[in-house]
T-cell receptor
């Protein structure tokens, strides 16, 4: 069965203090690794899809990278508005669109 | 606004009751999903419909019954509610199964509390 483990569970950063979130995964035939952002009381919001090892994608202060076993979400010079829970998910072969999510990393950025 | 909308946003009910959650999307997507997010924040898929056809039916109690009257709507009916059903239920949509790779669009969730 596909598995996703995210670390750390929680991360407290000062504004401007860059850091990385980790997502380790096991999946049968990776069809995509996904990063979502979730704000309290809201549904997850799609950020990136990565398909193969070595791929990188960027959006503002966020950069996602992928290896064969894990993905990193780098937050560069974060701002308080980057505070959220970041969710990682994978889609495997024959998944019919199903995503297997990790438990998320809660990020708090203080001014 | 184009969106995935769920009703109600909050639902508090007693054990043993039957309740429904409704979901509608106006994005023109043809695939819709129900996910359950428990207290530990894990999002787990429950059901998925593609063009009104059930394509994913995870191991959930048969007290949960989804219904998709058309491509834009996916409802969830829960019979004989139990304390363990308390969670946030999210509806999501994508354009086709492959469209999941471009990201689901999630609704804002229905927080169900069973007392």
């Amino acid at each position: 069965e596909d598995q996703v483990t995210q670390s750390p569970e929680a991360l407290r950063l000062q504004e401007g203090e860059s850091s990385s979130l980790n997502c380790s995964y096991t999946v049968s035939g990776l069809r995509g690794l996904f990063w979502y952002r979730q704000d309290p009381g809201k549904g997850p919001e799609f950020l990136f899809t990565l398909y193969s090892a070595g791929e990188e994608k960027e959006k503002e202060r966020l950069k996602a990278t992928l290896t064969k076993k894990e993905s990193f979400l780098h937050i560069t010079a974060p701002k308080p508005e980057d505070s959220a829970t970041y969710l990682c998910a994978v889609r495997g072969a024959d998944s019919w669109g199903k995503l297997q999510f990790g438990a998320g990393t809660q990020v708090v950025v203080t001014p | 606004d184009t969106a995935v909308s769920q009703t109600p946003k909050y639902l508090v009910t007693q054990m043993g009751n039957d309740k429904s959650i409704k979901c509608e999307q106006n994005l023109g997507h043809d695939t819709m999903y129900w996910y359950k997010q428990d207290s530990k924040k894990f999002l787990k898929i429950m059901f998925s419909y593609n063009n009104k056809e059930l394509i994913i039916n995870e191991t959930v109690p048969n007290r949960f019954s989804p219904k998709s009257p058309d491509k834009a709507h996916l409802n969830l009916h829960i019979n004989s509610l139990e304390l363990g059903d308390s969670a946030v239920y999210f509806c999501a949509s994508s354009q086709g199964i492959q469209g999941a790779n471009y990201g689901y669009t999630f609704g804002s969730g229905t927080r169900l509390t069973v007392v």
